[in-house]
């Protein structure tokens, strides 16, 4: 049996106590899924943690390494990415569990992706 397409589990979302299904897709970084408390969470904010050190790379920058939901708080997920010779760590906060479970699905198949083509992936 295949493995259903974790992107197509993004089809329905989450807005001010109501289920909307889209009509049409949108990238990545400017979906609706991709927010905290009406704040968007795309692109993350980095933070150093080894390697050469950038002080402020880019959002988009770098190669995503890995991505997991916090074993603590099931509404976080923590991504890390690879730039210039450094490793760097982020937190994205969701509204919901289920939508943090499902951005994590579909981010791990994208790991070894540059950050921006991340971005950039059309979700109905």
Not at 26 to 35: E, F, K, T
Not at 73 to 81: A, Y
Request: proline letters at 6%; aromatic letters at 10%.
């Amino acid at each position: 049996m295949a493995k259903p397409d974790c992107m197509a589990q993004l089809v329905r979302y989450h807005i001010s106590g109501h289920i909307i299904a889209p009509s049409y897709s949108m990238r990545l970084r400017q979906h609706p899924i991709m927010s905290y408390r009406g704040d968007t969470i795309w692109p993350p904010e980095w933070t150093w943690v080894s390697g050469n050190y950038d002080k402020c790379p880019d959002g988009e920058a770098g190669v995503l390494e890995n991505v997991r939901v916090s074993a603590i708080n099931d509404q976080n997920l923590f991504l890390t990415m690879s730039y210039g010779g450094g490793r760097y760590i982020a937190t994205l906060m969701f509204d919901h569990p289920d939508f943090c479970q499902q951005a994590c699905e579909m981010l791990k198949h994208h790991r070894g992706w540059l950050i921006k083509m991340i971005g950039e992936l059309a979700i109905p």
